[in-house]
């Protein structure tokens, strides 16, 4: 069962929400929160798996609450998917830099937040595919010099680092293994090493980390 926490300041979404996540069979709402400070408090009882986090809450925004939670974890932090009704830059990079697994419009379809969820508790991340190559695009540019995690980089292997930099390119695991002539079972491999190389929980903070430690060309 998929542990969830809602964290949204209007009591009808984190009731629609509950009722479309716990129809689906294989996930449970444990926890909801008005604001980020309470998002905070809960996580550290109740430990979900992935947290649906609003952005715009008074008493602790969104964004914050993502930075402290993932932060301040002692074991392996949830997942972060936030929901927001703003499809504006801004959003989406807080959310990847605070440290989100994904991102998702409120106006998104039933069916699409709960696979968003169940993508993200299986180790996905997962951005609107509305947005999904203008975030990549506009993160490698928007994004600062990089801040090489040497250690990091220095344990991937020369293949281990040409995935991730064709990951952070908006490649599929299968345009990958097209790209490099392997299967993409391989590329699973080794992309899973790769993540628990840099620790990182998902593909999308993959990304992050190969734009903000220069394994993308400029």
């Given amino acids: 069962m998929i542990r969830v926490m809602l964290v949204d300041d209007q009591a009808v979404v984190r009731t629609g929400f509950r009722v479309i996540l716990e129809q689906a069979g294989d996930i449970e709402v444990v926890a909801e929160a008005s604001n980020g400070d309470a998002a905070v408090d809960l996580a550290r009882r109740h430990r979900p798996d992935v947290i649906c986090m609003d952005v715009r809450m008074p008493g602790g925004d969104g964004l914050t609450a993502t930075r402290r939670i993932v932060g301040e974890a002692t074991e392996t932090p949830p997942a972060v998917l936030v929901v927001t009704t703003f499809d504006l830059d801004e959003y989406v990079f807080g959310a990847l830099e605070s440290g989100a697994s994904g991102f998702i419009l409120k106006d998104c379809e039933p069916e699409e937040l709960i696979e968003a969820v169940r993508r993200l508790a299986g180790g996905y991340g997962l951005v609107d595919q509305a947005v999904t190559r203008r975030v990549i695009t506009e993160f490698a540019r928007r994004t600062a010099a990089p801040r090489t995690d040497a250690v990091a980089a220095h344990q991937l292997t020369a293949r ?40 990182v929980r998902d593909r999308l903070q993959t990304v992050v980390w190969a734009y903000q430690n220069g394994v993308v060309p400029r």
Avoid: C, D, W, Y
């Fill in 160 to 199: 281990e680092a040409e995935i991730v930099r064709l990951l952070a390119q908006g490649l599929s695991n299968v345009e990958i293994a097209t790209e490099l002539f392997i299967e993409t079972s391989t590329v699973k491999s080794h992309l899973g090493r790769a993540m628990a190389k840099i620790g």
